[in-house]
């Protein structure tokens, strides 16, 4: 008797981001025994996805044979992108949070060369 091949980490976060965007509505979370996850694996699956969706952004780069990683979000940015981003807020409030962001502090001015 063979035995099936386990699927590596990385085969099933993308067979998971293929089935979701796949699905043209929202769907129930027993969809994914559609593709092998069962219930209790697909809750672990969703819970670590929206964890990490939740994380400032990085940058991976490889050079030779080492890996760099760059925060390239700071909290504050990771925040607004969030509050950006909700569903759950009216458009209003999601643009009212665009509007704030543009007195941040955050550089958003280009500097004149030859000030007058």
């Given at each position: 008797?063979?035995?099936?091949?386990?699927?590596?980490?990385?085969?099933?976060?993308?067979?998971?981001?293929?089935?979701?965007?796949?699905?043209?509505?929202?769907?129930?979370?027993?969809?994914?025994?559609?593709?092998?996850?069962?219930?209790?694996?697909?809750?672990?699956?969703?819970?670590?996805?929206?964890?990490?969706?939740?994380?400032?952004?990085?940058?991976?780069?490889?050079?030779?044979?080492?890996t760099?990683?760059?925060?390239i979000?700071?909290?504050?940015?990771?925040?607004?992108?969030?509050?950006?981003?909700?569903?759950?807020?009216?458009?209003?409030?999601?643009?009212?949070?665009?509007?704030?962001?543009?007195?941040?502090?955050?550089?958003?001015?280009?500097?004149?060369?030859?000030?007058?």
């Amino acid at each position: 008797m063979v035995r099936k091949r386990r699927r590596t980490l990385t085969e099933r976060a993308q067979s998971i981001f293929r089935f979701i965007d796949a699905q043209p509505e929202p769907f129930p979370k027993s969809e994914f025994q559609r593709i092998g996850l069962n219930p209790t694996t697909a809750e672990t699956w969703v819970r670590l996805i929206e964890y990490i969706q939740g994380q400032p952004r990085i940058r991976v780069t490889k050079m030779r044979s080492s890996t760099f990683i760059e925060k390239i979000e700071n909290k504050y940015l990771s925040m607004l992108r969030k509050r950006i981003l909700d569903s759950s807020l009216s458009l209003k409030e999601r643009e009212s949070t665009m509007d704030d962001s543009n007195g941040s502090g955050e550089v958003d001015y280009v500097r004149n060369p030859n000030p007058s």
